[in-house]
């Protein structure tokens, strides 16, 4: 358990630590043993998750991410957001560009007994293969 008091507060919490303060240590601390993420790449568990998030949190130096919307029912909170930051790291096989870029998604996480049990995932990776020059725009 967390001692977060509601979902929102727990999913809003994960974003601070894991993409505010890049810090992945207590992640644990968020999700479940068991989560599971889904999103453009497939499927992934917790450990695959976790390197997931390094090997982003690596590739973009300047890192921001901003919540552009929240909302919360029951144990779903699914929240729309964009990240900016520059392409100085390997990302998705691509070689540092030095390149800006923005990125946005939409979140949906189900959270029980005080932690994300799952994540799915809508993110905009065209528009990222655009902006690095990968596909034309």
Do not use: C, K
Request: hydrophobic residues 45%; aromatic residues 8%.
């Amino acid at each position: 358990m967390t001692d977060h008091d509601t979902p929102r507060a727990l999913v809003s919490a994960y974003y601070a630590t894991v993409y505010g303060q890049r810090d992945l240590d207590p992640l644990e601390r968020f999700l479940a043993p068991g989560f599971a993420s889904a999103g453009p790449g497939g499927s992934m568990d917790l450990a695959g998750h976790r390197a997931a998030l390094a090997a982003s949190l690596a590739a973009i130096s300047d890192f921001a991410l901003e919540i552009e919307e929240q909302v919360a029912e029951g144990n779903t909170v699914v929240t729309r957001w964009r990240a900016t930051g520059t392409h100085a790291g390997p990302l998705f096989g691509i070689p540092a560009t030095g390149r800006p870029v923005t990125a946005s998604a939409i979140h949906i996480h189900h959270v029980a007994d005080g932690l994300i049990m799952d994540q799915w995932e809508q993110f905009d990776a065209l528009g990222v293969l655009r902006q690095l020059g990968v596909l034309p725009g």
